[in-house]
């Protein structure tokens, strides 16, 4: 998700679309929580480990 969140900000940056510039911070700031939650041990996606 935050690759992604990075792809599409540098997709909007480029083009000038400004919709991909939103959708890019949206997916990378939620990917930044996610991993900052399960970096903290919290289980994310009900799931304690990926394994």
């Known amino acids: 998700m935050i690759a992604l969140g990075v792809i ?3 997709i909007g940056f480029v083009t000038g679309i400004g919709f ?4 890019g911070v949206v ?9 900052l ?3 903290l041990g919290h289980a ?3 799931r304690r480990h990926y394994w």
């Open 27 to 35: 997916l990378l700031v939620v990917g930044l929580i996610l991993w």
């Open 20 to 23: 991909l510039w939103t959708i």
């Open 44 to 46: 994310v996606g009900g």
């Open 8 to 10: 599409l900000l540098v």
């Open 37 to 39: 939650a399960g970096a």
